[in-house]
């Protein structure tokens, strides 16, 4: 369930269940909504999970369990994995040193799992774990001119920097924390948490009040991430080690042992992983006036084709509103990548679509894009790294 329901449809929502949370999808017109955000500023409901770690062990005991390091600091956070002995990511999650209390951000799904799973692994750390994802709201803020929007509205300190340290003040005469964000719409951001109960008054004044501000929903989301070459979790991340989605941004090769960290180290000392996450764009099929695709996206786990050789699947497909064109994040084998060249020079691959003759889409054409597919004001953190010279 979203916090602000009433509020959304107010403004014209339509939702989706995720996870097992009520989430926005959009407002109407959401291609229009995207490019509000890529010019001006976007206000987003986040649907995250949060669980809670207090007790005097909480840092050591989080920091043991996941990927990279957490931080000792009050007012400072990481974004970090939990992985499966094979390496493979069960979760990502953002954790942030609030002083007396850690707050882990998860995806709705995961918070639940997560509590039973840490709270089977304490025996004598002072370590209290419990879920709190309805004693919180998050609001995302994103777009070139977010800077200017928070600081228009947020009474005490200045916009924190860098990306995930934060900072305590009042919106609308309500506490919150503000979060610097890292990236991943390709524009500046932050999160601007709050109790529950504050959520109406701060929603309120993040749209209404200072620099002028759109409400956008998860399908503005993914359009705006898919353009900065953001894997996400449903999409990318889960079952999959992080060493073939670039995410260096979430991994500490000097920390002490995690569960997977023997095979995602060795991955990285191997030199390059099997596979790497680029950009496709399907080139002459372009969009109408309302961003909608002449063309059917192809789905998930369709294979991608060198010729009559298989070299991969689509992770995700969607239209990208800047570009106004079909675009695509796929997994392919990394040699392959590896011979890839510079966009004036790219290489073409094929998307077969097995399904094509049901649903009227053939098979594609597709050349390959160095990511992210556009510039914004600000990198995504996750943005495929693979650290060659």
């Not at 995720?18 to 999808?25: E, F, K």
């Not at 990481?78 to 995806?107: H, K, S």
């Not at 790497?276 to 059917?296: K, P, S």
Request: hydrophobic share 35%; with cysteine; charged share 25%.
């Amino acid at each position: 369930m979203t916090v602000v329901t009433e509020m959304h449809e107010e403004h014209g929502a339509t939702f989706e269940e995720r996870g097992g949370r009520r989430i926005v999808t959009d407002y109407g017109r959401p291609e229009r909504t995207h490019r509000a955000v890529r010019n001006g500023a976007g206000v987003i409901e986040m649907g995250y999970g949060v669980v809670v770690v207090e007790g005097e062990d909480r840092v050591e005991f989080v920091d043991n369990t996941v990927s990279n390091r957490v931080p000792r600091a009050n007012g400072e956070g990481v974004y970090a994995l939990l992985l499966d002995p094979q390496g493979r990511i069960e979760t990502d999650l953002y954790a942030y040193n609030a002083g007396e209390r850690l707050l882990c951000f998860t995806p709705p799904d995961r918070a639940e799992p997560l509590v039973e799973d840490w709270s089977e692994k304490v025996f004598i750390q002072d370590v209290e774990i419990r879920e709190a994802s309805t004693d919180f709201a998050v609001f995302g803020v994103h777009g070139p001119k977010s800077t200017e929007k928070v600081a228009s509205v947020l009474t005490g300190p200045g916009s924190p920097e860098p990306a995930l340290t934060f900072v305590r003040g009042s919106m609308g005469d309500e506490g919150v924390t503000v979060i610097a964000g890292d990236g991943l719409t390709g524009e500046e951001g932050y999160e601007v948490v709050c109790a529950a109960d504050a959520a109406e008054r701060v929603f309120e004044t993040l749209l209404t009040f200072g620099m002028n501000a759109v409400p956008f929903g998860y399908r503005t989301w993914e359009t705006l991430t898919i353009e900065a070459g953001t894997p996400l979790f449903e999409t990318e991340l889960e079952g999959r080690i992080p060493n073939v989605l670039g995410l260096r941004n979430a991994l500490d090769f000097e920390k002490g042992c995690f569960v997977g960290q023997e095979v995602v180290s060795k991955v990285e000392n191997r030199g390059q992983p099997s596979q790497r996450l680029i950009g496709l764009r399907f080139d002459g099929e372009e969009a109408n006036g309302d961003g909608a695709a002449v063309m059917g996206l192809p789905e998930p786990g369709v294979a991608v084709v060198d010729g009559d050789e298989p070299v991969g699947e689509i992770t995700r497909a969607n239209v990208s509103p800047s570009l106004d064109a079909s675009v695509a994040l796929a997994l392919v084998d990394y040699d392959l990548a590896g011979a890839i060249g510079s966009d004036d020079d790219a290489t073409t691959l094929r998307v077969q679509v097995e399904s094509g003759t049901e649903t009227g889409v053939p098979d594609l054409d597709a050349r390959v894009v160095q990511l992210p597919f556009l510039e914004g004001s600000a990198a995504s953190a996750r943005c495929p790294d693979y650290h060659e010279e």
